[in-house]
C-alpha cells in the first residue's frame, strides 16, 4: 500500500457470551485508514458499528473477546498489548469522541483542568505550555474567548461548545486517528454541521486519520473518504464515498438510500422506500448472508453464502450472491418501483 | 438456533416478535438468582411455622408456650452433653416454660409487627410520596415539611415515651412504629414518582383525559410497586429489630407475650451458664432479617432489571 | 376556512428559581405564537431543540394552560371545552416509543385506553375496534397480548399511533415521530402517516428538526427561533425562496445524500442566546451573518407577503426602516 496506513484491520471480531449462547455482534471486519484520510463506518442501531470502535480502542467490556487476523496501529500489532500500553496509547495516539459530550466531561472539574490534565498525564511538558496549548486548540475548534473558558464547568457550556471542548480535548496529545462514534446524534442541525465541518478541517490540518461511526447517510456522504456499511456484524458493502452513493450494489445499502427523503429529489408526499423487517439475532452458529430475510432479491443460494467479497477495479467491494451487473440491475428497479 | 429460524424473503407483514414474553423472563431471573430464592425459601419457612403453631400446639409438636413448670427450670437444649429432657428439645426458660414452643410463637408476634407496622408506614408513606411527587409545586413542599419534621423526631425516643403514656401493649408498638417509619417510603415514591410523570406514556395519558387519581393509581402505581416492595422488605426487617429492641428494653411487648426480644432480655442474667437462653432467640432474629434482607435484594434484582 | 387549530397571540412564560434565596426570572417558552393548522392539512413546526416546540405542543394538547393568548379548537375557544373533549379532537405522538408505551400493560390495554377513559360505545366492542386499529397501523393482531418490551421501536411507534387514533381525532400532534427510529424505519412510519391522512382525512402538526422530513411531508411550514415563529409559508415557497436567515441557515444545515457536496459552512457562530436572558432587539442577531445595526435595537415586526409571513429586519417595509 502505498499511502501512509496508520490503522489496518483484518477480520475484526467480538464475541460475547449471553445466556442464550454465544453472541456474534462483530463478525469478521476488515479496514485500513491512512493520513488525512475519514473512513465512515455506516449502519443501523445494532449492527455492531460502535463495538467494532470500542473493539479497536480496548475498551470492550470485560466478558467480550476480541480476536482479529491483524490489528496494526502505527505498524505495531497492537493485538496482545497489556492495558496499561493500550492506556497509553488511547490518550496519545488514538482518541476518541463520544455522542454525549456531557458524559465524557467531569462535571466537577473546569474545562481548563481537564484539558490540561490530559495533555500533562501523557506528555509531561511545564503546567504553562500545557495551558497554552488548551488555548491554542480552544481557538482552534472555535470557541472565542478562549483563555477565560478555560476556568469554566462542563455545565456552563451550551451542547455544541462542549462538543467542542471534546474535540479539542481529543485533539490535545495530537493524535494520529481519531475515533468519532455519532459526534453530532444529540446535537441541533445547524450545530450538527459546524462541527462536522470543524472536524474535517481540523483533520486535513493536522493530517490525522478519522473513523467516524454514524447511522446518518447524509452525514456520511459529506465527510467520508470511504464507506464501510454494516449490517448484522459484517460489511456488506465497503468504498469510496463516490461510488457507493452513485451505485449501490447491496440490496441493504440501496435500500437504505431509498430511505430517506432528500429535498428536491424525493416528490412531497410520495412513498419512501423501505426496508421491512427486523435485524436476526446474532446468538448461535451464524452462516449464510444475513440480510436474506429483509431482502427482495433472496434465494436459496443466500442461506450458503460465504462471506467473500466481490471486488470491483476501484475500490468498491460487497458481499452478495448476485454478480455486479445483476445487483446494479436491482437496485435500479427498486428504485422505480420506490418512484 | 435463531439460524434456523431466518427465513427467506422479507415478509410483508414487516416485523414479529422476538422476545419472549416479561412473565417468562421474569420466571428465568427469579430461578437464577439465589440470594432471591435463599431468601425466600427461609421467609416461607419462617412463615408457615408461625401461622401453623397453634396447629402444631394441637397436634402435640410443640407446647404451652405459657405453661410454666419450676421443677423444670432451666433444662439443656438437645445438642447439651448431660441431662437432657425429651419433653424439651431446646430446653426450659427461667420458670420452666418451653423454649421451642416460645420461639415459635415469638416468630408470630415478630411477623405481625413486621407486616402491620410495614403496612401502616407503607400506606401513609406512599400516598404521600406519591402525591408530592405527581403534582410538585406547593404539595411537594408542604410534604417535604413534613417528611423534614418526621426526621427530625428520634423514634426510639418517641416510642418509649408513648409506650409510658399509652402503657405498653403490641397494640401500641405497632401504632407508634407505624405512624414513625414511613418517611423513606415518601422519599423514596417522591422521587420515583416524579421520574415517572415526566415519562411520554403519562403526557400521553393526560392528552387523553385521564384524571390524575386515574393516571396515579393505574399508570404510574404499577410501574413504581416494585420499588415500593424493595422499601417494604427494609421498613419490615427494620420494624422487627425496632421491636425487638424495644422489647428487650422493657418498652414493647410485655411480659408473659413470647417475644425474642423480650427473651434477650429474661436470658440475659443466665447469659455464663446457660447462653443458648441468648443465643436462641438472637439466631432467629438474625435468620428472619436476613432472609427479608436477601428476599428484598433479590426482589429488587429481579423485577427492576430492565431490558436496555 | 376555520382552522382545525389555531392560536391566537399565545404566550407561555415560566418562571426559573435562579438559585436558592435568588428568585426566579421569567422564561418565555413561547412568546406570541399566532399558528393556523388548516384542516387536512400538514403543518410543519421545526426550529432548535429549546425552541419552544415542544410547549406549543402542551398548549395545543391542553397539557399546559398559556400564560396569554388563546387556543380555538375549530374556531371555538378552548375554555369551552374541557380536558376530555380536547382530548377526542387531538391525540399527540410522541419521540421515544420506549418511554410512550407504560410498560406494565399489554398492548390490547394501552391502545383500549381511549376507548375505556372516554366510555365509547359497548365494551363487547371494544376487542373489535383494537383489533381494527391494529390492522390499519399494520400490526398483526397477536401483538395485541404482547408487552411493549417485547416489540421493536418501530412497532411501539406504530402502537402509539393506534392508540392515538383509535378515538378518530381530527388533529394528530407528532413531535419528532421518527428521530428516535432507525433510517429503515423512519421511513415505514412516515409512509403510514401519510396513508393514514389520506384515509382518515386527519390533520397533522408535525414538529421536527429534520427538514428533509418536513419538507416531504408538510403543507405549510412554520420555522421557530427562541419562542418566536420568524418564518411561515407554504412548504414549496419557504424551501424554494427561504427569506429569514435563521431558515437559510438551517436549509444550509440538511446534509443531503450526495456525496459530491462537502459539508456546508453555516456561519451561525457558536453563542447560542439564554432563552431567559434574549438579546435585545431581534433575538436572532447575535448569530446573524446578514445583522445590522437595527438588528439588535429594535425588534422586528412581521412582514406578509401573500401568505408569506418572516420577521426580519431584511424585509421591512422601507419606510418602516427609516424611522
Redesign the interface.
Known sequence: MSKDVILDVRNLKVDIPVSAGMLHPVRGISFSVARGETLCIVGESGCGKSLTSLALMGLLPKTATRTADKLDFLGQDIRDLKERQMAALRGVNMAMIFQEPMTSLNPAYTIGNQLIEVYRRHIDPGKAEARERAIFLLEKVGISAAASRLSQYPHQLSGGLRQRVMIAMALMCGPDVIIADEPTTALDVTIQAQILHLLADLQKEFQMGMILITHDLGIVARVADKVQVMYAGSTVEEGPCQAVFDSPLHPYTSGLLRCIPVPGKTQRGSRLGSVPGIVPNLVGDLHGCMFRNRCDHAEAACEALAGDATQLSDGHAFTCRMTPDEAAQAARQTAREVA | ???A??????????????????LSKLR?RIFKNYSFLIGAIILILILVVAVLAPVFEALGLIQDPYAQDLAKRLQNPFWHEKKVDPDHVFGTDKVGRDYLSRLVYGAQISLLIGFSTMIISGSIGTVLGVTAGYFGGRVDMVVNFIINTRLAMPVFLVAMAAVVAFGASLWVVILVLGLFLWDRFAVVMRSITMQARD???V????????SPP?IIVR?IF??VLSSLTVVATVEMANAILLEAALSFLGFGVQAPTPSWGLMLNEGREYMFFSPWLLALPGTCLFLLVLAINLFGDGLRDVTLER?R | MTAALETVDVSCVFQVNQGFMKGSKPLRAVNGVSLKIPKGQVVGLVGESGCGKSTMASILLGLQEPTSGEVLYSGESAGSFDGKDIARRIQPIFQDPYSSLNPTKSIHSIVSLPLRIHNVGDPADWDRKVYDILDLVGLPRRVAQSYPSQLSGGQRQRVAIARALIMRPEVVICDEPTSALDVSVQSQILNLLQDLRQELGLTYLLISHNLAVVEHMADRVAVMYLGRIVEEADADTLFRDPRHPYTKALLGSVLTPDPSLGVPDTHLGTVFPNPIDPPLGCSFHPRCSACMDICSAQTPMPVTEGDHMTECHLYAPQEAVAV
Open positions: 438456533m435463531a439460524e429460524a431466518l427465513p427467506l424473503r422479507r415478509q410483508q407483514t414487516a416485523e414479529e416478535i422476538l422476545e419472549p414474553s416479561p428465568k415519562l411520554d406514556y403526557k400521553a395519558a393526560r392528552a387523553l383525559g385521564c386515574y399508570e404499577p410501574n431490558e
